[in-house]
């Protein structure tokens, strides 16, 4: 009755079903571990956010490398801006999607070492390979709070560093870059500003990140999984159907009862 699952197309179905399944419950874990992740990192961001601000030079040093744990953990940092080493970082966006520079400049603290700051967004000149017009930094000692960040890489960020750039460009904030340009020991990571605020609201100071939205995640996890269910229950609804398909052929094809003929006697 069921011969015909051992036929060749059949053999090739099963096989992909058998094959789809752990699949799509793979996916499923997959997208539910992005959504534990997500859930957790926001969690994170709001528990940093919330706490006071700590010295900068508590939570990092020269060479060290910010942990997850303690990014954007608000810290603050007393000292003078050193903008004759102000670059800016390219293609970076602001909080209305448009492109720009993030303007990048060392504060020098008092123990001679020096912190990066991430001193907001502006727009990019109309010549790439121009500098552009930086708003200047406060001067005299100041103190500045920001939220600590790791050093930007490559395999962490997806942004390229290329090479052959104008001067006082880059393309990453790299604080071991930084200090070879420097001449000078710089803390691991960097402050991205949040005070003080700057006169006439530019540079842009960057927004908090997103620590509310959770995402589709899990509402894809549920999908994947719902496909895998399903799956199989369409595999067996082929099946009855080919079974009934063939068994209506069969009596379709059957010889109809031989009739008695007339005696030609």
């Known amino acids: 009755m069921y011969r015909f699952l051992l036929s060749r197309q059949w053999v090739i179905l099963t096989l992909i079903v058998l094959v789809l399944i752990p699949t799509m419950v793979e996916l499923g874990f997959w997208q539910f571990h992005r959504h534990q992740h997500r859930v957790a990192q926001n969690a994170?961001?709001?528990?940093?956010?919330?706490?006071?601000?700590?010295?900068?030079?508590?939570?990092?040093?020269?060479?060290?490398t910010v942990p997850r744990a303690d990014h954007w953990r608000r810290a603050t940092a007393t000292g003078t801006f050193d903008t004759a080493h102000e670059v800016v970082v390219r293609r970076r966006t602001n909080a209305d999607d448009r492109v720009g520079v993030h303007v990048l400049t060392p504060l020098l603290l008092a123990d001679g070492r020096a912190v990066l700051v991430n001193r907001g967004w502006i727009p990019a000149a109309a010549d790439q390979m121009s500098f552009p017009e930086v708003p200047p930094a406060p001067r005299g000692r100041v103190t500045v709070t920001g939220r600590l960040k790791a050093d930007e890489t490559t395999g962490a960020s997806g942004i390229k560093d290329l090479s052959g750039l104008p001067p006082r460009q880059v393309m990453l904030i790299n604080s071991e870059q930084q200090a070879q340009r420097l001449g000078r020991q710089v803390l691991g990571g960097y402050l991205e500003q949040t005070g003080p605020r700057p006169g006439g609201d530019t540079p842009e100071l960057i927004p908090e990140p997103d620590h509310d939205s959770i995402g589709a995640h899990m509402a894809y996890a549920v999908q994947w999984w719902l496909f895998a269910a399903g799956v199989p229950v369409g595999w067996v609804v082929l099946v009855r159907r080919e079974k009934r398909d063939r068994a209506a052929a069969a009596a379709a094809g059957a010889p109809a009862a031989a009739e008695p003929q007339p005696s030609t006697a």
């Open 44 to 64: 994170l961001i709001a528990d940093n956010l919330r706490a006071a601000p700590v010295p900068v030079t508590e939570l990092t040093s020269p060479g060290h």
